[in-house]
């Protein structure tokens, strides 16, 4: 970036000034806040966000340097709940992702559903989409989570949804595009399992080994130092 392009000081400072004004905003909405998703808070947290984010380019293209921390964006939370304060009804939204790991154990299973219930005509159990149809057929989907090792499954993501309603929907009302009318806005609660979860968990636990590596490493050269050095007459 040339010069002539870069923010000025007076800027950089103007935007520092944003994000204490905003911090404070945040806080005092928090004090405030009549419930667990109350609006305001949603609010200012987004303007916080949006003050840091300019500060942090702007200090960037200014210095060079970056902030210490990070304020996810908007889109990675849920818009404020504006559902009924009392639901009388819910709908619970569950995607849980697998990988077929061992194919083989997958369709030895399916034969034996297949055996046990005696079907007539071409077996479904001799190809994989086949398989899975009789595994879901005959295993309620918790048992499925519970025991996918045990059918050949390799588990990925997964995450649920627990969305509020004032009246139940009619019976076959939403059948033909079950996940086509989901409102953010509705959703009470979410629920959400991933293997990115563990890896951050494994990058804090790389990086504390590697303090206590430093650490150990600085003992032993005190140690090191604290020896008598050799006379140059006993070499």
Not at 166 to 195: I, T
Not at 200 to 216: A, R
């Amino acid at each position: 970036m040339s010069d002539a392009a870069q923010p000025t000081a007076a800027e950089v400072r103007a935007a520092a000034e944003a994000v204490k004004t905003a911090l404070d905003r945040h806080l005092a909405a928090v004090e405030r806040r009549s419930g667990e998703d109350d609006p305001a808070v949603f609010e200012a947290f987004n303007q916080l966000a949006a003050a840091a984010e300019v500060y942090d380019e702007l200090l960037y293209d200014r210095y060079d340097e970056v902030t210490p921390f990070e304020i996810p964006g908007a889109e990675d939370a849920l818009p404020p709940y504006t559902g009924p304060e009392e639901p009388n009804a819910l709908s619970v939204l569950i995607r849980r992702d697998y990988a077929v790991a061992e194919p083989q154990r997958l369709l030895s299973h399916a034969q034996r559903i297949e055996a046990a219930e005696g079907d007539e005509g071409a077996p479904a159990s001799g190809t994989v989409h086949g398989a899975l149809g009789l595994l879901f057929g005959e295993f309620e989907p918790d048992e499925i989570a519970s025991r996918h090792k045990e059918f050949g499954l390799e588990e990925g993501d997964s995450t649920l949804w627990v969305t509020a309603a004032d009246e139940p929907a009619e019976p076959g009302e939403w059948l033909e595009a079950p996940f086509e009318q989901v409102d953010p806005q509705q959703v009470v609660c979410r629920f959400d399992v991933s293997a990115v979860f563990d890896d951050e968990i494994d990058d804090v636990d790389d990086e504390d080994d590697g303090d206590d590596l430093e650490d150990e490493l600085d003992s032993d050269l005190d140690e090191d130092e604290d020896l008598e050095p050799l006379d140059a007459d006993r070499r």
